[in-house]
């Protein structure tokens, strides 16, 4: 039922990543392959998805669309020193997340619901997840801190 739910919230807010991954996900409980595949989809599936994501990024430098001469005039733009020192702290950020997710699992289901949410209604991406669990453990230790 949870996930027809899910599904209704992809079609009304007609997101397209959200309504085929909760498609998928329905297919398979339907033919009964849920039991075999979805302990092995969660253990592997946020890998999978850093995979596809980074073959996506590095597409352009794999065409010749982005060459080293691009990469060496970025570098004197302060734009790209920001890009390059955000896309340094999410990685970090993504590798707390993952700590933080193994620690404590229960926590994932308040990160997968604030990454639907953000997703269906405010036309997000779902690569939340990690990053969401960094930016929590990270506040969590300033929580502590201050505690």
């Known amino acids: 039922m949870f996930l027809l739910l899910l599904l209704g919230i992809g079609l009304v807010a007609k997101n397209n990543s959200l309504i085929i991954a909760i498609?998928?996900?329905?297919?398979?409980?339907?033919?009964?392959?849920?039991?075999?595949?979805?302990?092995?989809?969660?253990?592997k599936g946020i890998n999978w998805g850093v995979i596809v994501i980074t073959i996506a990024v590095l597409a352009p430098i794999a065409s010749g669309e982005i060459g080293?001469?691009?990469l060496s005039s970025a570098f004197k733009s302060p734009y790209?020193?920001?890009a390059?020192?955000?896309?340094?702290?999410?990685?970090?950020l993504a590798k707390n997340g993952i700590t933080l997710l193994a620690?404590?699992?229960?926590?994932?289901?308040?990160?997968?619901?604030?990454?639907?949410?953000?997703?269906?209604?405010?036309k997000g991406v779902a690569v939340g997840p990690l990053i969401g669990a960094g930016i929590a453990y990270m506040v969590m230790r300033?929580?502590?801190f201050f505690k």
């Open 80 to 82: 790209a020193w920001i």
């Open 23 to 43: 498609a998928f996900l329905i297919i398979m409980k339907v033919i009964g392959v849920d039991s075999k595949y979805f302990a092995f989809i969660q253990s």
């Open 84 to 92: 390059l020192i955000s896309g340094m702290v999410v990685a970090l």
């Open 142 to 144: 300033v929580f502590e």
């Open 68 to 70: 080293f001469k691009d």
């Open 103 to 122: 620690k404590d699992p229960h926590i994932t289901s308040a990160l997968v619901l604030g990454t639907i949410l953000a997703v269906s209604i405010f």
